[in-house]
């Protein structure tokens, strides 16, 4: 076989893990572990909790959540190499009891059981995901976006460089004229 040949494979495979996304509402790009701790500090993510990471990419979200604040994670993704690197990580940082990875539509997945939804997703999907998706969540949830905020939605906390917004539905599941 050509390199070149296999090459070219590989560069079509990877540049379509970063340009379908944009077109999905879920952006793929990898965040700093410095990151992806203040993302869960800023959840104020406990021990036990379950996360749920609408869009999970890679899901190193989840599994630091997992490592390092004993929570449970769930993972949604639509691209089937993203599950695979996610399941694989998660196994291989020995979580994988703790979270679990499902390739589905994040637009047609329940995450009842959550206590934390993490989106980072484009103000695109974000409109398309709420208002239905309050319908599904517990009243206790906090949903924790990072760089888009939830139109529509006033947050009880954003953070001082303004990247993460924290909405709280503990107040019951009318919020800003979303029920």
Known sequence: MDWTFFLLIVFIILAGMVVLPIFSGAPWHPLLPGTIRRILNFAEIKQGETICDLGCGEGRVLVTAAKEYSARGVGIEIDPIKVGLARMLAKFK????????????IFEFDPQDADVVYLYLTHQAMDRLFPEILKKLKPTVRIVSYRFCIRGMTPEKVSADKTLFLYQLSKGKEINSYT
């Open 94 to 105: 020995n979580v994988d009891q703790q979270v679990k990875i499902i390739r589905g539509n």
